[in-house]
């Protein structure tokens, strides 16, 4: 418990200078971009769920899908995600998790949703969608 302790007095001492910042459960370092997603084939199983990947992840994730497939369907688009974090299969929290995320930028204008299908916004590029932040968990 004291590391734990130890840990977060750390983390929260580097958010006050704004060297990192803090995304739910996950801590992003500032001016570091997520450079790949992680396949987590073989991860622990513990890490292999849905909560322990970062929406900065996800989102990473979510892009590179599209500007590989310049168009893809929101259900495509679920299957090709968890393929690409090493996913054989996509259960309903991943998929939540993926779908949230995609509304997220679809929101923030990186995504555009004609119909059914998703595509990248014109100004987005994979590698600026989360920023200048990267992640640490």
């Given at each position: 418990?004291r590391i734990?302790?130890?840990v977060r007095?750390g983390?929260?001492h580097l958010?006050?200078?704004?060297?990192?910042?803090?995304?739910?459960?996950f801590?992003?370092?500032t001016?570091r971009?997520l450079?790949?997603?992680?396949?987590?084939?073989n991860a622990?199983?513990p890490?292999r769920?849905a909560?322990?990947?970062a929406p900065a992840?996800?989102?990473?994730?979510?892009s590179?899908?599209?500007?590989?497939?310049?168009?893809?369907?929101?259900?495509?688009?679920?299957v090709e995600?968890a393929?690409l974090?090493?996913?054989d299969r996509t259960g309903a929290?991943?998929?939540?998790?993926?779908d949230?995320q995609?509304?997220t930028?679809?929101?923030?204008?990186?995504?555009?949703?004609?119909?059914?299908v998703l595509?990248?916004?014109?100004t987005?590029?994979?590698?600026?969608?989360?920023?200048?932040?990267?992640?640490?968990?």
């Amino acid at each position: 418990k004291r590391i734990l302790a130890h840990v977060r007095s750390g983390l929260k001492h580097l958010s006050r200078k704004a060297s990192v910042s803090r995304d739910g459960e996950f801590w992003l370092v500032t001016g570091r971009d997520l450079e790949a997603v992680r396949n987590r084939r073989n991860a622990a199983l513990p890490l292999r769920r849905a909560t322990m990947i970062a929406p900065a992840e996800y989102q990473l994730a979510i892009s590179t899908i599209i500007s590989q497939a310049v168009e893809i369907s929101g259900d495509d688009l679920v299957v090709e995600t968890a393929r690409l974090f090493g996913f054989d299969r996509t259960g309903a929290d991943l998929k939540e998790a993926i779908d949230r995320q995609t509304a997220t930028l679809v929101k923030a204008g990186r995504l555009y949703l004609d119909g059914e299908v998703l595509r990248l916004a014109a100004t987005s590029t994979p590698s600026t969608q989360n920023g200048s932040l990267g992640l640490l968990k």
